[in-house]
């Protein structure tokens, strides 16, 4: 297999995971294909954890198969070739540092989970974290660290001193107003690693836009291989999966030049709040609800809950009742169409070609309450608007917490923002509402709130014959 030859420009991508190359990758192949072949994106990883990926992605020249699955049931396949490059990991991060310094580097993208930005609810980096500790004295040591702060640190270190000129930081995850959060988390860590020279480097020579990404890309399957096979001819070691819904809605402030995205079907616009909240609350927390919901009910795939009526029910309700009358008012009308929106979701949700599993979906709840549904119980709260409908997701989360503390899941349970003990505690308080209701690292200023409790108390015992076959 022939090398592809180096490009012009380089997007450098740190988080080389499905998602990333079933949805940035692809919009960058579209405008290879479209003729524009002056960008190319290099991938690497941050954690060990993907060797195997990382491994077949290059004997195979970086090229892979994407698979893609409409609620119809039409497949089709896609051989994309925009990432030329993966770098191996290592924990010094050298390859990675000298890639980010390179003038031809103009983008410096990543993916990374809510619980990895490491920001408390006041938006304040978590420096009592002992990855962010860790990060910080080894960037005090001129050292790169793991974490997204620890490695970008040591990039921007190392391209201000090769004066290899401005770079854009890419955010491309579900983080609400991930841009600018991340850019606050970003300079507390140098003010904080002591590098003031870095700092004034980073406030003029770097652009951090808020970016809204949606593709449902559950985990590859152990068939998908075979299946790739079966279809193209190809015996592809590392190929992904997703729906055929994609949406990428960036906001144009790119410092130093970028692909010509618009080109194909990327939103460039001055501001992504209604893009991103539209789809946090709409598609990002009823994900999670009826994962929660249909583990609970012993079911295993999202297609399977969205397909059963009860939990069909309070996702639309949520959603209709709670989360549209916030995000379309008066006088503030929303570029979406929400009522739309919502429908398209669950008919996304409800493909059961997707196979995707509630396991994956559950995860990092102690991350979700806080972005995807606490703004929502918050808003109508100010305004002294009822909260039943959106209260019946923390409680679904809840009784889910509460098989976890006991140890009847049917599946290991992963939540990068949970502490255990904090966890473990409200499960064995003597009032468990009460307890989830006060913690402020969910509810933020709504902590403790009254009604919040009420509802949650009456969202409880709705969940409780549902849990046991009857309909909430």
């Known amino acids: 297999m022939t090398p592809s030859p180096p490009s012009e420009f380089v997007v450098l991508h740190l988080g080389l995971g499905s998602f990333h190359r079933a949805h940035q990758a692809v919009y960058l192949q579209q405008l290879i294909d479209a003729g524009d072949t002056r960008w190319s994106i290099t991938g690497a990883n941050l954690r060990p954890d993907m060797a195997e990926v990382e491994s077949a992605l290059r004997a195979q020249d970086c090229r892979y198969t994407l698979e893609t699955v409409s609620p119809a049931g039409d497949y089709r396949y896609q051989r994309i070739a925009a990432i030329r490059e993966v770098l191996p990991y290592e924990t010094s991060l050298a390859a990675v540092i000298a890639r980010g310094a390179e ?86 860590f140098i003010e904080r690693a002591g590098e003031s020279g870095l700092l004034d480097w980073v406030r003029t020579h770097t652009s951090s836009p808020n970016a809204m990404v949606d593709r449902i890309t559950p985990r590859p399957p152990p068939e998908l291989r075979q299946r790739v096979r079966d279809a193209t001819g190809w ?22 030049g970028r692909p010509d995205w618009g080109r194909v079907g990327v939103q460039l616009v001055d501001s992504v709040s209604p893009y991103e909240e539209a789809k946090i609350r709409i598609l990002n927390a009823s994900h999670s609800a009826i994962a929660w919901a249909g583990t609970l009910v012993g079911l295993q ?22 989360v549209i009358p916030c995000l379309d008012r ?43 549904i606490a703004p929502t119980v918050r808003e109508r709260l100010a305004r002294g608007e009822g909260i039943a409908s959106v209260a019946m997701l ?26 255990e003990g904090v966890a473990h505690a409200i499960c064995t308080a ?43």
């Open 103 to 188: 003038p031809r580097t103009r983008v410096i993208s990543f993916t990374v989970t809510e619980a990895g930005y490491y920001l408390d609810p006041q938006d304040r980096l978590d420096a009592t974290a002992p990855d962010i500790a860790g990060d910080l004295e080894r960037a005090r040591r001129g050292i790169a660290g793991g974490t997204i702060y620890g490695a970008v640190c040591a990039i921007l270190r190392a391209r201000r001193a090769a004066d290899a000129g401005p770079v854009t930081l890419l955010n491309c995850d579900n983080l609400r107003h991930n841009g600018d959060r991340f850019r606050k988390g970003l300079i507390e």
């Open 430 to 472: 003597a009032d468990p509402v009460a307890a989830l209701c006060a913690d402020r690292g969910l509810w933020g200023d709504a902590a403790g709130d009254a009604r919040l409790v009420d509802a949650m108390r009456n969202a409880a015992a709705r969940v409780r014959p549902f849990i046991q076959g009857a309909t909430p």
């Open 330 to 372: 008066p006088g503030q009308p929303s570029p979406v169409d929400l009522p739309a929106y919502r429908d398209v979701v669950l008919d996304r949700f409800g493909n059961p070609a997707i196979r995707d599993t509630n396991q994956r979906v559950a995860m990092d709840g102690f991350s979700k309450i806080p972005g995807f």
């Open 301 to 322: 795939y999202i297609h399977e809950g969205t397909h059963t009526a009860a939990i069909r029910r309070i996702a639309f309700d949520y959603v209709t009742d709670d």
């Open 235 to 256: 015996d592809d070691a590392a190929p992904v999966t997703g729906e055929s819904f994609i949406q990428w809605v960036i906001e144009d402030r790119f410092i130093h």
């Open 394 to 419: 923390p409680a679904l989360f809840l009784a889910f917490l509460q098989r976890w503390h006991l140890g009847t899941l049917p599946y290991a349970y992963q939540d990068q923002g949970m502490d």
